[in-house]
């Protein structure tokens, strides 16, 4: 019993910290989806990305799990080019922590009426961040262990999902598989770091962690799915958050909505900046660092939420995908077989020759 339970730990404290990365201000507020998702017939591309969700996190968490990491899988799987692969992951975390930055910003404008001539929510944000993030994956897993429940309680309790907005098809069938496929790639692109250590944490004992994949997929599906019926019915796609207007801008339920929203950025931002965090630890002056990065994102979340969503994310999207891809290729599906046909990578200090002779 006692194992049980700390396998069900195990798989809720994973799905939590994949939902977190997946649901930000983007997610939340509406603008992230009804970027990637039609607004009628979108029931079957939601389904789509979720069954998508679950093959690219099992996928990350097995190969993170077999190749010691997101490091190790970066050397295995992409030899000379894994330091460049690793040069844009930390980029795209980068444009992600400062449309986090964007979207507390637009919480406080459009949530609570807070109209300030100098964006404190998002400084805020950033300072809370360099507070907590020095504690690594502790601090990722603890704010969305804390935060992701909340997030889906408000979903649940103030969403319905009628089958009216369920019926019609897209404009374009074809495009909208391209979106969707771009959508995920960017969401598993950015989330890698995460999934890959986590596996590497399991080793040996991944079968929790590949429930809390599936769960993760499920979880994130479901929201999507209230967010966009939300949206179809009462929001207005248009607007910087498209889903507060269904919930009621101004009112009591629409504060509340707004406290949701703040909830879902900073589970976003804590999964999006452990890569950055991780890549300046132990180095000299490590804590200049990160506020060197902390300042350099709030300078991008001045760019405004919509306009990272509308031309960054597609492009992350692309870099996700053949991420994804080459990962799938190199490690041959690992997530339908038992053995992993490449070795893990050695050190980065130990050469072949030196690892033959020992």
């Known amino acids: ?128 961040l360099f507070a907590f993030s020095g504690r690594g994956m502790k601090a990722v897993y603890a704010v969305n262990a804390a935060l992701v429940p909340a997030v889906f309680a408000f979903l649940s309790a103030f969403c319905s999902l009628p089958p009216a907005p369920y019926t019609g098809e897209s404009g374009s069938a074809f495009g909208g598989l391209v979106l969707c496929l771009s959508y995920v790639g960017m969401n598993a692109f950015l989330a890698a770091p995460v999934i890959c250590d986590a596996g590497a944490a399991d080793a040996g004992q991944t079968s929790a962690g590949e429930a809390g994949c599936i769960a993760a997929a499920l979880l994130v599906t479901a929201g999507a799915c209230i967010v966009l019926t939300a949206v179809a019915e009462r929001g207005n796609a248009s607007a910087q958050m498209p889903f507060l207007p269904a919930v009621g801008a101004g009112t009591a339920a629409g504060k509340l909505f707004s406290a949701v929203c703040v909830c879902g950025i900073l589970t976003t931002l804590f999964s999006s900046f452990y890569p950055l965090q991780k890549a300046v630890s132990g180095k000299r002056r490590a804590a200049l660092r990160r506020a060197a990065l902390l300042a350099l994102a709030f300078a991008l979340s001045l760019g405004g939420l919509r306009l990272l969503v509308r031309f960054v994310y597609p492009a992350v999207g692309a870099a996700g995908v053949a991420f994804l891809a080459v990962c799938a290729a190199r490690s041959r599906l690992t997530i339908f077989s038992s053995e992993a046909p490449f070795p893990r990578a050695l050190p980065a200090r130990t050469s072949p020759r030196r690892a033959r002779r020992g």
């Open 1 to 128: 019993m006692r194992g049980f339970l700390r396998s069900a730990a195990r798989a809720a404290r994973l799905c939590f910290a994949l939902v977190g990365t997946v649901i930000g201000a983007g997610f939340l507020s509406g603008a992230e989806l009804v970027r990637f998702f039609p607004q009628r017939g979108f029931f079957a591309l939601v389904c789509v990305s979720g069954l998508l969700y679950a093959l690219a996190f099992l996928l990350l968490y097995r190969c993170g799990a077999r190749y010691g990491g997101f490091g190790g899988t970066l050397s295995a799987l992409f030899g000379r080019a894994a330091g460049p692969v690793r040069a844009l992951l930390l980029a795209a975390s980068l444009v992600m922590c400062g449309s986090m930055l964007a979207g507390l910003n637009a919480a406080a404008e459009e949530g609570f009426g807070i109209c300030a001539s100098f964006p404190f929510a998002g400084l805020a944000g950033a300072a809370l």
